[in-house]
């Protein structure tokens, strides 16, 4: 079940679109929103791929649902044993 990456794109913005939580500010989502998107392009590069999971992780970190630490605590098993 495949998604192409002009699709995955869409979903991704439209999903960071939604509310924010926990009060976070619109400077701080769009500062963690070009973190993430340099972030994706940087891996993209190298010829890595962001996993469905590792995207959900980074729309929730966008929002501001989850912080940094834990973004990176659970992007880091999808990352595990793979020569990055």
Not at 16 to 33: C, D, F, H, L, M
Not at 55 to 66: M, P, T
Request: glycine share 6%; with cysteine; net charge negative.
């Amino acid at each position: 079940m495949g998604c192409d990456k002009d699709s995955r794109q869409q979903r991704y913005d439209e999903d960071v679109a939604a509310p924010t939580y926990q009060g976070i500010s619109a400077a701080k989502r769009n500062e963690r929103q070009k973190a993430v998107d340099f972030a994706r392009s940087s891996l993209n590069l190298s010829g890595l791929q962001v996993s469905e999971e590792q995207e959900s992780l980074a729309r929730r970190y966008v929002r501001g649902e989850i912080e940094l630490a834990e973004f990176l605590q659970r992007c880091a098993p999808a990352t595990q044993g793979k020569d990055l």
